[in-house]
């Protein structure tokens, strides 16, 4: 029983890949065909080789994904925790000059 608390499923969709390496832009982005969706706690692993996009261009690639869903347990912890991982991303600086 507890065991289906804690395992995972996996699936496999496909996507599409959209790198943008422009002055406007710097992203990467993967659109599941079907409307798959993810959910806190999933995992995603997208299939193929490492992308690299020349500056000032932007490439879409179909690739294959690999969605690990995650178990109820890890899903309720991944909500529940998920606000205090995001504010680790806050605590950056764009400033020029040095600190101490």
Known sequence: ??????????????????????????????????????????????????????YGETAYLRRRATIRRAGWLERQWTRATGDFEFMELCEFSFSERATL
């Open 1 to 54: 029983m507890i065991d289906r608390f804690l395992k995972k499923k996996a699936e496999e969709v496909c996507c599409t890949v959209e790198v943008s390496n422009t002055f406007e832009s710097l992203h990467a982005h993967v659109r599941f065909d079907g409307g798959v969706t993810v959910e806190p706690g999933d995992e995603v692993l997208v299939h193929g080789e490492p992308v690299e996009v020349p």
